[in-house]
Nanobody, 123 residues
Framework: VQLQASGGGLVQAGGSLRLSCAASGFTFSNYLMGWFRQAPGKEREYVGSTSRTGRTTKYADSVNGRFTISRDNAKNTVNLQMSSLKPEDTGAYYC?????????????????WGQGTLVTVSS
């Protein structure tokens, strides 16, 4: 099983960035996918999730309206489009896969994790 996140980098506040996560080693369409982030010195926090089909998404209040999650089951990829970025969005972003039937915001509900990609938003 492998989840490979990419697309992180340095961006100015107000800018946009698109993260991608490529999955392999499991049946991607059988898993709901989530994104989490962890700022330096802080605990990992939930960003958002998408259902198995991609028809349902859920976001943390802190990113709702600015971030969009999409998935392509044919390509085994999930994306996180981030806009109107703020310095507080800085952190390592992780994609994760869950076998749960219902979207969960808890990190413990996810079975597989990627290695993380770093996003830095400068003010």
């Amino acid at each position: 099983v492998q989840l490979q996140a990419s697309g992180g980098g340095l961006v100015q506040a107000g800018g946009s960035l698109r993260l991608s996560c490529a999955a392999s080693g499991f049946t991607f369409s059988n898993y709901l996918m989530g994104w989490f982030r962890q700022a330096p010195g802080k605990e990992r926090e939930y960003v958002g999730s998408t259902s198995r089909t991609g028809r349902t998404t859920k976001y943390a209040d802190s990113v709702n309206g600015r971030f969009t999650i999409s998935r392509d089951n044919a390509k085994n990829t999930v994306n996180l489009q981030m806009s109107s970025l703020k310095p507080e969005d800085t952190g390592a972003y992780y994609c994760a896969a869950s076998s749960s039937f219902l979207i969960t915001t808890m990190a413990s509900g996810y079975d597989y994790w990627g290695q993380g990609t770093l996003v830095t938003v400068s003010s």
